[in-house]
Every structure is written in C-alpha cells, then in structure tokens.
C-alpha cells in the first residue's frame, strides 16, 4: 500500500508561484508513473499533470499547460509540481497519487493532500 505525503501549499496573490512536493514510500517508486491531482470546492477531484517513470513523458490538463511543471526525483521518491502564474481558479487541495492508466487514471490512494488558495 503506498502512503503519499503532499506539502507545500499556501495563501499566495494572483501571479505568484508555488512548489509542491510529494513524497511516498511502499512502492518501487521508479516503476510508477506519478500524477497530481487537485479538487476545487463543490467540484470533483480533476487531472492536474502526471510524468512517467524516466521523466520521458509528461502530460497537462490543458487549463495548466505552459504554466505548471511537473518533476520527479527517484532518488527521493518525491514528485513536484512548480506553479506559476496562479490565479484563482488554481484554488483547490492539490493530491499526488500512482497513475494507474496512462495518462490521467489514477491508482484508488490518497493522501492528505495540500491545500492551494489564490486571491485576486
């Protein structure tokens, strides 16, 4: 069973960047592809980005293409999702989690998540 730990969420202003980490243990985590997911309130949890295990491919929702990067370090077992230009449709409990199908399906574990909030 994997445990997935989220930080790095905040309070930012409209424009501002954030990087959040992911961390997990219980796999072989160089053998999953990972993604981030998010879920804003009153809505359902939607695809954020997801990279595969070598970092060969990566794949975006297209409200955060060319404004999100996401990035993996095996030797950490940590995923990381560098936001910037964030607005506040960004809002929303940021989750990682083992992508289950290729490239927006993920594995039914869940962490904490981390909690993003944008003012205007």
């Known amino acids: 069973q994997v445990q997935l730990v989220e930080s790095g969420g905040g309070l930012v202003q409209a424009g501002a960047s954030l990087r959040l980490s992911c961390v997990t243990s219980?796999?072989?985590?160089?053998?999953?592809?990972m993604g981030w997911f998010r879920q804003a309130p009153g809505k359902e949890r939607e695809f954020v980005a997801a990279?595969?295990?070598?970092?060969?491919?990566?794949y975006y929702a297209d409200s955060v293409k060319g404004r999100f990067t996401i990035a993996r370090d095996n030797a950490k077992n940590t995923v990381h999702l560098q936001m910037n230009s964030l607005t506040p449709e960004d809002t929303a409990v940021y989750y990682c989690?083992?992508?289950?199908?290729?490239?927006?399906?993920?594995?039914?574990?869940w962490g904490g998540g981390t909690q993003v909030t944008v003012s205007s």
């Open positions: 219980g796999r072989t985590f160089s053998s999953d592809a």
């Open positions: 990279i595969s295990q070598s970092s060969i491919n990566t």
């Open positions: 989690a083992v992508v289950h199908r290729w490239p927006d399906v993920p594995n039914d574990s």
